[in-house]
């Protein structure tokens, strides 16, 4: 089915341990988000990517590793996870240009122990 | 720097009052805006979006929102609330090339 899937969709692990989320889209959208939501903070954005290759840093990138080798995949790593990383995250991808809408995934939520 | 204000946690309406969710923003150059809404344990769905053009934007599920630009505000309405319509919603602002910020979000409950 065409859309944008996000696996696991739970995940616990401990601190100090290596994650990755997957994020995969079917659109061929040229851009996607990694955006984590905590309460009070509303979400907010760790790293994106306007194509295949080309990533960069949002608001809250620090602990956080992105590639994208393939347009429709978009990996998030957490190379050492940290309590503080325990959220709920959620990918996104968007059409080329300012006033395209977001897509989100169905989020993956990650606990740190 | 830009931003989104929601300055309601959580908006209470009983069913078939009409409901009002206030969004305000600070951007320097002209704003994109959103309203995106999040149902329990599902990713944000969009709502509707203003770009430019006519400042009354209707959208999905009945929610229409206004842009006024003097009191850089977009406030999310609908005439008639549904239960249904209880969720988490996030207004965004965007400027520049694709980097959408949200605010915190705001709680409507839709009593019956």
């Known amino acids: 089915d065409a859309g944008i899937t996000q696996s696991p969709r739970y995940k616990i692990t401990e601190t100090g341990r290596q994650v990755t989320l997957m994020c995969h889209q079917t659109?061929?959208?040229?851009?996607m988000f990694w955006y984590r939501q905590d309460l009070g903070h509303g979400l907010r954005l760790i790293y994106y990517?306007?194509?295949?290759?080309?990533?960069d840093k949002g608001e809250v990138p620090d602990g956080y590793v992105v590639s994208r080798s393939k347009t429709e995949n978009f990996p998030l790593t957490l190379e050492s996870a940290t309590r503080s990383q325990t959220s709920v995250y959620f990918c996104?991808?968007?059409?080329?240009?300012?006033?395209?809408?977001?897509?989100f995934g169905e989020g993956s939520r990650l606990t740190v122990l | 720097a830009q931003s989104v204000a929601q300055p309601e946690d959580q908006v209470n309406v009983a069913e078939g009052n009409p409901l009002t969710v206030k969004c305000t923003y600070s951007?320097?150059?002209?704003?994109?805006l959103f309203w995106y809404v999040q149902y329990p344990n599902r990713g944000l769905q969009f709502l509707l979006k203003?770009?430019?053009?006519?400042?009354l934007v209707k959208g999905s599920y009945g929610f229409e929102a206004e842009f006024n630009k003097s009191q850089t505000s977009f406030h999310l309405k609908k005439p008639s609330a549904l239960v249904s319509d209880s969720a988490l919603y996030f207004c965004?602002?965007?400027?520049?090339?694709?980097?959408?910020?949200f605010g915190t979000g705001t709680r409507l409950l839709v009593s019956p």
């Open positions: 996104a991808s968007s059409e080329l240009g300012v006033g395209g809408e977001l897509f």
């Open positions: 951007v320097s150059g002209n704003p994109y």
């Open positions: 990517s306007a194509a295949a290759d080309i990533t």
């Open positions: 965004a602002v965007r400027t520049g090339f694709q980097k959408l910020v």
């Open positions: 203003y770009i430019t053009g006519d400042n």
């Open positions: 659109w061929s959208h040229s851009y």
